[in-house]
């Protein structure tokens, strides 16, 4: 009953910039925690960055400083601001949403968007 759609990834060379967006729609009643994963080429997906329905974030290690998680609830909406992008930073980048929704089996439940490439060369 929610779908997430991605967008913004691309090609960029190193000490660049992207901003990804991730919308949700369907039957949702409201949207609780809302986050960023990633998985580069050949290895498992990993939490980049989480925000909760009142602002609260947190980062993984390797992206404090450079990367920014926002949203906006009106819109439900979640961003992910990358700044000075390394090519570590390579991978196939996933929201997800822990939504709260009209369905009677599944009234609470966490949904994943498809992914959006991000390649940055050095």
């Known amino acids: 009953q929610v779908q997430l759609v991605e967008s913004g990834g691309g090609l960029v060379q190193a000490g660049g910039s992207l901003r990804l967006s991730c919308a949700a729609s369907?039957?949702?009643?409201?949207?609780?925690?809302m986050g960023w994963y990633r998985q580069p080429p050949g290895k498992q997906r990993v939490l980049v960055a989480t925000?909760?329905?009142?602002?609260?974030?947190t980062y993984a290690d390797s992206v404090k400083g450079r990367f920014t998680i926002s949203r906006d609830n009106a819109k439900n909406t979640v961003y992910l601001q990358m700044n000075s992008l390394k090519p570590e930073d390579t991978a196939v980048y996933y929201c997800n949403a822990d939504c709260t929704t009209f369905s009677i089996t599944r009234p609470r439940g966490e949904y994943w968007g498809q992914g959006t490439q991000v390649t940055v060369s050095s």
């Open positions: 925000i909760t329905s009142l602002g609260r974030t």
């Open positions: 369907g039957t949702i009643r409201s949207i609780n925690g």
